[in-house]
């Protein structure tokens, strides 16, 4: 039987789990480096849950697109992001509920920045870069088969990234940073740009 994820994932935000609003420190260093000259733009935070990437992006001017499966989780971000990002016609977040394992393809070449954090779908990688405007940023961090000898967070494989797989996903973007880590937990960041 096929895991429901959008049960899954209700469930949890109706425990109270995932309700950080601080964003990730990969975001904010990455954004530092590579962004934090340019005009803000237009983001896409894939998986955004309750919106702390959303949220740190719109204080500093960018239009965002929060998708997540768990309409809990949208709420959640709706409640967590002042009205004023949020309405009237100068908004700078969006929000969709959304089945990212049958939507496949979340705009060609509409987003200056993709975040991708703690969610892995394989089959979505060649959308993430199509969805790129040339020029634009991918954010993207997740676990790796290293995160099995710690407690907490998944342990399936489908969830998991092998040695390097981010980074040959994504080769036929330009890698700025990439980075596998086991301290504390078992992760891999990249950044990278669409020439």
């Given at each position: 039987m096929q895991r429901d994820e959008k049960t899954l994932w209700n469930q949890k935000y109706r425990e109270h789990s995932h309700t950080s609003l601080e964003p990730d420190p990969f975001l904010v260093s990455a954004h530092s480096e590579w962004l934090a000259g340019s005009p803000a733009g237009i983001a896409l935070d894939v998986a955004g849950g309750v919106g702390r990437h959303t949220l740190w992006l719109a204080e500093r001017g960018w239009r965002v697109k929060l998708v997540d499966v768990s309409d809990v989780g949208i709420e959640l971000a709706r409640k967590n992001i002042p009205g004023a990002y949020t309405l009237g016609p100068t908004a700078?977040?969006?929000?969709?509920?959304?089945?990212?394992?049958?939507?496949?393809?979340?705009?060609?070449?509409?987003?200056?920045?993709?975040?991708v954090f703690f969610y892995l779908q394989r089959e979505l990688f060649p959308a993430l870069v199509s969805a790129l405007k040339p020029g634009g940023f991918l954010f993207y961090k997740t676990y790796t088969v290293d995160q099995r000898q710690f407690e907490g967070g998944p342990s399936h494989p489908m969830h998991l990234l092998q040695p390097n797989e981010l980074l040959r996903a994504f080769a036929s973007l330009r890698i700025l940073h990439y980075h596998e880590s086991v301290q504390g937990k078992g992760v891999a960041e990249l950044a990278a740009v669409k020439g």
């Open positions: 700078l977040v969006q929000f969709e509920t959304a089945d990212l394992q049958t939507c496949r393809d979340p705009d060609h070449e509409q987003y200056d920045l993709i975040l």
